[in-house]
């Protein structure tokens, strides 16, 4: 949820630290700070609040030195305040470390620590880190990392400099993502891409229980056992400009805007129109098995839920499996008990996420096969599981995911019509299927050109209070999306209720200020949503319908009507999320809110 980033090189490090730390704004961002090396001394700056407000503080300073380490902090342990915020010291001021994660046995090390004379300066459990390494230190700054390493518990992700190691940065990692990146001029290590990709996309990604050393020339990686590692670069897709706004206010607009073009990447080159069967190399490893499985499990949390959600009522229609769906958060602690031949299929954009990381591996020891369907590649989740799909639909900046979403829509429909082609559907289904995901691209911009439409919807209700959106089968999900969207960016509370069940309670909450946005495409469930409206209506509540182009019975009871174009109706839910994502944006607009940066979240929730 924090962010790491630190540079090595031969160019000064505060600009390029700084920079980093922008691009990982999105991650956490509570306070900040971080640590140059001019080769004698170490300098630290820390600062309370945006990234602005360090560089503020650092603006006219001349901080020579061209390594360092930085970090944006999301508080876990103790308030956000200066002493609380990264880098972290040991009692001389030798050590400085920047840490990601949670140190799960910091309580009982700090007292020991304590009882040994050391004094803390902060409530944070990194802390201990710092005071750690400081002890274990005989010269080395890695074996004192990797002594480190065997008497934490707990996830980590940290980046480590020692005033008498003026040559290297030392960063290790057990549960929390860690990224080395190789430059012409130096080396980089981050928490995230994105905070390095204007310097380079070459990339090496450090797994659970490593650690490495880098200078300006080399880097070397070993396990916490000291066996030497010998792991090539990768290259990230990743462009600079992904990480600009490109004219847009806001990420979240631009990455509104970006979905004909990242709903296309998703399907870029999997499709087999003739054939009526989509090509997914990416599970191919575990296909004899996944062609013939009866049971799947879909386990993510927030918006991938969702996205899950959709994909059970996507596969009960296009093949034979029985799908549930399932909170990572909840399912890592059931009883697991899978009929043979079960997948789990794990949905994160990050592909970071503690929750559904922890669900994965408690599936993976009770003997089912794991499928992911993730972002970023080659993040945990995508190496944890046995295979999988990636979305390519480059990086999500703004906090509140909206591109990411509507490409696992898209990955899940290509799954399930590949699979449902070898289970039950004929060609013309497959076909039917494929032309109508093809469509999407273009229907999905005429969604967004009505952008000044639901603008206008939006001023009318952005004052409201409380909001209720519903929806039946595919669209009940995104009834659940579409409050969760609204809640996240613009702070008004929203519920996403089946619309079924209005009767059972939330009709009761009905009323002239609380808006219900109804999700009603012409479908197999229209007439029982049309019937709901009315419920609504009846009780003066306003109405938002999202429905199908040229449905002219649903003008007639809603107050607005946002007009999606027609498609099969398993494909409503990714025209229909999009209507939704434009009204939670420009309500935060009018609010004035954070938009990117919503108080309290974090992009990518790598803590439990
Ligand atoms: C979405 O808008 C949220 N910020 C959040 O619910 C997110 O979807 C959730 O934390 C899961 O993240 P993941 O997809 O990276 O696993």
Not at 478 to 483: D, K, L, R, V
Not at 584 to 598: G, H, T, V
Request: net charge negative; charged share 25%; hydrophobic share 40%.
């Amino acid at each position: 949820m924090c962010g790491i980033v630190c540079y090595v090189g031969s160019k000064p490090a505060k600009p390029i630290l700084l920079e980093g730390l922008k691009q990982l704004e999105y991650r956490g961002y509570d306070s900040s700070g971080l640590a140059i090396h001019d080769g004698t001394h170490i300098e630290c700056h820390r600062e309370v609040g945006k990234i602005a407000e360090l560089e503020r503080k650092l603006n006219n300073m001349d901080i020579k030195g061209s390594i360092g380490i930085a970090h944006t902090r999301w508080a876990t342990h103790g308030e956000p305040t200066e002493e609380n915020a990264h880098p972290h010291r040991d009692q001389d001021g030798n050590v400085f470390v920047i840490h990601n994660g949670i140190i799960e046995n910091y309580h009982s090390l700090k007292k020991r620590l304590e009882k040994e004379g050391i004094t803390f300066r902060s409530e944070t459990d990194t802390e201990v880190l710092a005071h750690l390494i400081g002890l274990n230190f005989d010269g080395s700054l890695s074996e004192a990392v990797r002594k480190t390493m065997s008497q934490v518990i707990g996830t980590f992700g940290i980046a480590v400099i020692h005033r008498q190691s003026p040559g290297e940065i030392v960063v290790a990692r057990r549960g929390s993502p860690l990224i080395i990146g190789v430059s012409e001029d130096g080396h980089f290590a981050a928490s995230d891409v994105a905070a390095m990709v204007r310097y380079t996309n070459k990339v090496v990604h450090l797994q659970d229980n490593e650690l490495a050393t880098l200078t300006v020339k080399d880097f070397s990686m070993s396990t916490a056992q000291a066996k030497p590692i010998e792991r090539s670069a990768e290259t990230v897709e990743w462009r600079a400009e992904d990480a600009d706004l490109n004219g847009f206010p806001h990420f979240m607009l631009k990455e509104i805007y970006e979905q004909p073009e990242t709903i296309k990447n998703a399907m870029r080159g999997r499709l087999e129109t003739g054939e009526g069967v989509p090509k997914l190399g990416g599970i191919m490893p575990v296909w004899d098995k996944l062609k013939d499985s009866r049971h799947m499990v879909i386990v993510a949390c927030g918006t991938s839920y969702y996205a899950g959600c959709v994909g059970r009522y996507v596969f009960e229609k296009l093949t034979e499996i029985d799908v549930e769906v399932e909170l990572a958060s909840e399912f890592r602690y059931r009883k697991l008990n899978f009929a043979p031949n079960t997948f789990v299929i794990a949905i994160s954009q990050s592909g970071e996420t503690a929750d559904t990381l922890a669900a994965i591996r408690e599936a993976k020891r009770k003997g089912a096969g794991l499928l992911g369907i993730v972002n970023v590649v080659g993040s945990s989740i995508s190496r944890d599981t046995d295979a999988g799909v990636y979305n390519h639909a480059g990086p999500e900046i703004g906090v509140a995911s909206t591109k990411i979403f509507t490409s696992q829509l898209t990955v899940l429909n290509l799954l399930a019509i590949l699979l449902g082609r070898h289970q039950k559907l004929s060609l013309t289904e497959g076909v039917e299927a494929i032309r109508a995901l093809e469509a999407l691209p273009d229907q999905v911009a005429n969604v967004l050109s009505q952008a000044n439409h639901i603008q206008a919807i939006a001023e009318k209700y952005y004052k409201c209070d409380n909001w209720l959106y519903l929806g039946r089968k595919y669209n009940y999900p995104i009834a659940m999306e579409g409050a969760l969207k609204l809640k996240e960016v613009s702070y008004i509370h929203a519920e996403g209720y089946p619309a079924g069940e209005m009767k059972h309670g939330p009709i009761a909450l009905i009323n002239p200020d609380m808006p219900t946005v109804a999700i009603a495409p012409r479908d197999e469930i229209y007439e029982k949503m049309l019937s709901n409206i009315q419920e609504v209506k009846s009780r003066r509540g306003p109405v938002i319908a999202i429905a199908t182009q040229g449905d002219e019975r649903i003008r007639e009871v809603a107050d607005d009507v946002i007009e999606i174009p027609q498609t099969l109706s398993f494909l409503n839910p990714i025209l229909a999320v999009v209507p939704c994502q434009l009204l939670s944006y420009y309500c935060a607009s009018f609010l004035n809110r954070d938009i990117d940066k919503p108080r309290n979240l974090a992009k990518s929730v790598t803590v439990e």
